[in-house]
Structures are given as structure tokens and as C-alpha cells.
């Protein structure tokens, strides 16, 4: 039969047991405690280890030969391998040893402190309880996530406040899941940091469900070139912010969905804009305290977004395509009235919407703002010169009597010469319910000092 004991410290000590038998642990350190396992009784060999977690040492064997070797199954939790959970003691090796042996892993209510960590391909790995990670190491990234994997109920923790590019790091993965966890206090404490909650690229089938973030340093999901596929859902934290900011569109964003979640802000950018990098990006069901919005296309469907932010960036090109489909509270920002809508090429921070001046042809750059009315602007749609920008408005029906005023702003700054310049060119055409021209106002090429 199986020879029983409550914990491995019994075992170690018992003399009834001889090589090639088995026995069994109700507990690792105490009856009960979540780490009770299997073990088989043999010789040791020159290639054993003695690690307390996986190879014990029979400690009353007189000849000091025989060894328990924990029996693995397909099912395992930390604590058999030695895990205590208490919040003070370095549980790397024990658990790094759990994460080798076994694909579907357990982890019970604790503080675990580890340096860093790493699951393997296509391992499961599921908190008991309030289950805690603690991350301290000094090598960045703390967290990297590979293909395959599965982390539910887990709350992963850095606990290193100034790690420059830290983050959980998803990379050239697929097909990882990421259900009712909390990532937390990832940070880089510098003017400009680099420490993200969760940072994806390259990385296809992606789903982060059910999380909440807090104390992320830069963003606490950030989405990288080459992210398709992904899923974010039911998702919250104390300042949660989204950044979608590919770099190239040689390597685009595709088919990105976030949905049921509440953000203080979101952000769909384009760095080095050359074109639409991100494309079927869907924000549904969400709150969004600001909208960071400079490019791509994007549908924001049954959203309360409450404000929205400039991006400044010198060397992006507005454009792509914003869908508003049953969306409230945007207009704030955007449209003065639901008649008139403005354009500003401004470097003033405080402008909603703006465009570079480039000495290079933009021909690829547009902006569109949708909603129920249809096209109400578009910028730069075929190249009309080099430094263009064209806004272009939907008709509107008026009746005799009816006063309008067009006002339209340009300014260029020139810091070698100190001297401002404005120049602009402008056409309002006036037609009748029959589409006839009745008149036309032009000011062409005149300029300002």
C-alpha cells in the first residue's frame, strides 16, 4: 500500500519506507495546507538535486541513499512544490519549478515573492482565493507572457518603483488569455517614462477579460505595431488608460475590440504617420473620461466619451477614419452647434483638432468625422499643394433672411526670422435648393505680417 504522512518533514523522517515504494503528504508544511502530493521512494543517483520541492532527502534512511521524488500529474498546485504564500519568504525557485512541471497550475490564496514571472507556452495558471504575485527582481520586464498561456485570478504586482521599460510584456505570442486578474505598479518614475501594465506587439488572439489596473506607470495597456485580434472586456482600474499607438503601418493594428469597459482615457495614435496603421478598431458599451484621438480607424458605438484631447505631435499627420454611432457627449469638443464645424492648424494646446504643415506631399492624409448627419469634415483628401488642408461641409438648408459668418484662421510661425506670416486661401459657394450657384466668395494668396 501507499504509505501516508501529514507533512514532508514526516516523511523525511520516517523509517519505514524502502526504495521503489510510494507515499503520500497531507500537507507540505502543515495538514492540510494545499500541499499534499504523491511521492515515489528510490535510490538517489548522481544526477539528483536536493531542492526541498521536488527531490527530498529520507533523512532517517541509516545507508542515506533513498529519496522521495514528487510524482507529477496534470493538475498541480505551488504549495507541493514548497510554495508558502506568506508574503516574506523568495518563493522563486520553488515556483519556477511548479512552472516547469506542470501545464495546469494552481496557485492558493498568498503573497508569493518572486523575482520574475515567466510562464511557459500553453500553461494554465489559476489563483485559489485572493492569489498575489509580487514581483522584485531588477531585470526588466518582470512578467512576459507566451503563447498559449492562461492567467485567471491572479493579481500580479511589481513592487520596483522605478524600472525603466517594465511591464507584463506580450511579444510575438498568440492566443493568450487573461481573465479576472489585476496588474498593478508598474512603473518608471521619470519625465517621460517607459513602465506599462500590460504591453502588446507583434501578438495575435489576445484577450484581457474581467481586470482591473492601478499604478501603471505610462499606460496601463498599451498596444504596439502588429496587434490583431485583440479583445478588452469588462475591464477597469483607478486611472485606466488605453493607448493604441502603432509606429509604422508596414506592420498595422487590426481588429482590436474594447468593450463593457469604463476609462479615464483612451488614445488611438499614429506615430510617423505614412498612413492608416491601425484598422477595425471597435469601442463599444464604454465611458470614456478623454479621447485622445489622431488617426486610424475606429468605430465608437453606444459610448459616453465626456471629453476629448488634442494630440501634438510635430512630425504626425492627422487621419483615418472616426465613426460616432450612437455616441454621446463628443460633440463637446468638436462641434460649437450641430451646424458648424471648425479647423484649427494651431500649435496652441488648447485647440481641439489640428494638422501639421509639411514640406512633403500629404495626399494620403484624411480625416473624417462621422455620426447620424453623414461626413461633416475631411482634411487633405487629394493633395491641393503641398502644405494644404481642406474642410469640406455638409449642406445646409437656410431661408431668406438667414445670416451666416465664415471665419477662416491660418498662422505660420517662423522662429528664424521672429516674424509671424498668415497666409490662406478660401472659397464659400452659395447654391440653391436646385444645386445653381447664386454666388461665390474667394480670397486667394493673401498673406499677413
Given at each position: 500500500?501507499?504509505?501516508?504522512?501529514?507533512?514532508?518533514?514526516?516523511?523525511?523522517?520516517?523509517?519505514?519506507?524502502?526504495?521503489?515504494?510510494?507515499?503520500?503528504?497531507?500537507?507540505?508544511?502543515?495538514?492540510?495546507?494545499?500541499?499534499?502530493?504523491?511521492?515515489?521512494?528510490?535510490?538517489?543517483?548522481?544526477?539528483?538535486?536536493?531542492?526541498?520541492?521536488?527531490?527530498?532527502?529520507?533523512?532517517?534512511?541509516?545507508?542515506?541513499?533513498?529519496?522521495?521524488?514528487?510524482?507529477?500529474?496534470?493538475?498541480?498546485?505551488?504549495?507541493?512544490?514548497?510554495?508558502?504564500?506568506?508574503?516574506?519568504?523568495?518563493?522563486?525557485?520553488?515556483?519556477?519549478?511548479?512552472?516547469?512541471?506542470?501545464?495546469?497550475?494552481?496557485?492558493?490564496?498568498?503573497?508569493?515573492?518572486?523575482?520574475?514571472?515567466?510562464?511557459?507556452?500553453?500553461?494554465?495558471?489559476?489563483?485559489?482565493?485572493?492569489?498575489?504575485?509580487?514581483?522584485?527582481?531588477?531585470?526588466?520586464?518582470?512578467?512576459?507572457?507566451?503563447?498559449?498561456?492562461?492567467?485567471?485570478?491572479?493579481?500580479?504586482?511589481?513592487?520596483?518603483?522605478?524600472?525603466?521599460?517594465?511591464?507584463?510584456?506580450?511579444?510575438?505570442?498568440?492566443?493568450?488569455?487573461?481573465?479576472?486578474?489585476?496588474?498593478?505598479?508598474?512603473?518608471?518614475?521619470?519625465?517621460?517614462?517607459?513602465?506599462?501594465?500590460?504591453?502588446?506587439?507583434?501578438?495575435?488572439?489576445?484577450?484581457?477579460?474581467?481586470?482591473?489596473?492601478?499604478?501603471?506607470?505610462?499606460?496601463?495597456?498599451?498596444?504596439?505595431?502588429?496587434?490583431?485580434?485583440?479583445?478588452?472586456?469588462?475591464?477597469?482600474?483607478?486611472?485606466?488608460?488605453?493607448?493604441?499607438?502603432?509606429?509604422?503601418?508596414?506592420?498595422?493594428?487590426?481588429?482590436?475590440?474594447?468593450?463593457n469597459s469604463e476609462l479615464e482615457k483612451l488614445a488611438i495614435l499614429e506615430n510617423n504617420y505614412l498612413g492608416t496603421a491601425t484598422e477595425n478598431i471597435l469601442v463599444s458599451n464604454c465611458t470614456i473620461d478623454t479621447l485622445i484621438y489622431d488617426g486610424g480607424t475606429a468605430t465608437l458605438e453606444n459610448c459616453i466619451v465626456n471629453d476629448i484631447a488634442p494630440q501634438i505631435t510635430s512630425n504626425v499627420a492627422y487621419g483615418g477614419i472616426l465613426n460616432l454611432v450612437n455616441t454621446m457627449n463628443l460633440s463637446k469638443n468638436i462641434l460649437t452647434d450641430p451646424y458648424f464645424d471648425m479647423f484649427h492648424n494651431w500649435v496652441d494646446s488648447t485647440r481641439p483638432w489640428r494638422t501639421q504643415t509639411m514640406s512633403n506631399q500629404i495626399d494620403w492624409t484624411m480625416t473624417t468625422i462621422k455620426d447620424d448627419d453623414g461626413v461633416l469634415t475631411v482634411f487633405n483628401p487629394d493633395n491641393r499643394g503641398n502644405i494644404s488642408?481642406?474642410?469640406?461641409?455638409?449642406?445646409?438648408?437656410?431661408?431668406?433672411?438667414?445670416?451666416?459668418?465664415?471665419?477662416?484662421?491660418?498662422?505660420?510661425?517662423?522662429?528664424?526670422?521672429?516674424?509671424?506670416?498668415?497666409?490662406?486661401?478660401?472659397?464659400?459657394?452659395?447654391?440653391?435648393?436646385?444645386?445653381?450657384?447664386?454666388?461665390?466668395?474667394?480670397?486667394?494668396?493673401?498673406?499677413?505680417?
Amino acid at each position: 500500500g501507499i504509505l501516508a504522512y501529514d507533512t514532508v518533514a514526516d516523511l523525511k523522517a520516517a523509517t519505514n519506507v524502502v526504495d521503489g515504494s510510494f507515499a503520500e503528504t497531507y500537507g507540505f508544511y502543515e495538514k492540510g495546507d494545499g500541499g499534499g502530493a504523491k511521492y515515489k521512494i528510490r535510490a538517489i543517483t548522481n544526477d539528483d538535486t536536493i531542492d526541498e520541492s521536488t527531490i527530498i532527502e529520507i533523512t532517517a534512511d541509516p545507508t542515506n541513499t533513498l529519496i522521495a521524488e514528487l510524482v507529477m500529474s496534470a493538475e498541480m498546485n505551488v504549495k507541493q512544490f514548497g510554495c508558502t504564500g506568506d508574503g516574506e519568504s523568495d518563493e522563486t525557485n520553488k515556483f519556477n519549478k511548479a512552472i516547469a512541471n506542470c501545464k495546469k497550475l494552481y496557485v492558493n490564496a498568498g503573497t508569493y515573492i518572486l523575482n520574475r514571472f515567466l510562464p511557459e507556452e500553453n500553461q494554465a495558471i489559476t489563483g485559489i482565493g485572493v492569489a498575489i504575485l509580487k514581483l522584485n527582481g531588477d531585470t526588466a520586464p518582470l512578467c512576459e507572457l507566451t503563447s498559449g498561456c492562461s492567467i485567471s485570478n491572479i493579481t500580479i504586482e511589481s513592487t520596483k518603483t522605478d524600472l525603466a521599460w517594465n511591464r507584463c510584456n506580450i511579444s510575438n505570442a498568440n492566443n493568450i488569455s487573461i481573465d479576472n486578474c489585476t496588474i498593478k505598479g508598474f512603473r518608471h518614475n521619470v519625465s517621460s517614462p517607459n513602465a506599462w501594465g500590460i504591453l502588446i506587439g507583434n501578438s495575435t488572439g489576445i484577450n484581457i477579460k474581467n481586470c482591473y489596473f492601478d499604478n501603471n506607470s505610462q499606460s496601463d495597456i498599451a498596444l504596439v505595431n502588429g496587434c490583431k485580434d485583440i479583445t478588452i472586456d469588462q475591464c477597469t482600474g483607478t486611472h485606466f488608460f488605453i493607448n493604441v499607438e502603432p509606429d509604422s503601418i508596414t506592420n498595422k493594428n487590426n481588429n482590436v475590440t474594447i468593450k463593457n469597459s469604463e476609462l479615464e482615457k483612451l488614445a488611438i495614435l499614429e506615430n510617423n504617420y505614412l498612413g492608416t496603421a491601425t484598422e477595425n478598431i471597435l469601442v463599444s458599451n464604454c465611458t470614456i473620461d478623454t479621447l485622445i484621438y489622431d488617426g486610424g480607424t475606429a468605430t465608437l458605438e453606444n459610448c459616453i466619451v465626456n471629453d476629448i484631447a488634442p494630440q501634438i505631435t510635430s512630425n504626425v499627420a492627422y487621419g483615418g477614419i472616426l465613426n460616432l454611432v450612437n455616441t454621446m457627449n463628443l460633440s463637446k469638443n468638436i462641434l460649437t452647434d450641430p451646424y458648424f464645424d471648425m479647423f484649427h492648424n494651431w500649435v496652441d494646446s488648447t485647440r481641439p483638432w489640428r494638422t501639421q504643415t509639411m514640406s512633403n506631399q500629404i495626399d494620403w492624409t484624411m480625416t473624417t468625422i462621422k455620426d447620424d448627419d453623414g461626413v461633416l469634415t475631411v482634411f487633405n483628401p487629394d493633395n491641393r499643394g503641398n502644405i494644404s488642408a481642406i474642410l469640406e461641409h455638409q449642406l445646409i438648408d437656410v431661408t431668406a433672411g438667414d445670416k451666416f459668418i465664415l471665419r477662416v484662421n491660418t498662422k505660420a510661425k517662423y522662429p528664424d526670422s521672429g516674424v509671424n506670416y498668415a497666409s490662406l486661401n478660401y472659397c464659400a459657394t452659395w447654391v440653391d435648393n436646385t444645386n445653381n450657384r447664386r454666388s461665390e466668395e474667394r480670397r486667394v494668396g493673401k498673406e499677413c505680417r
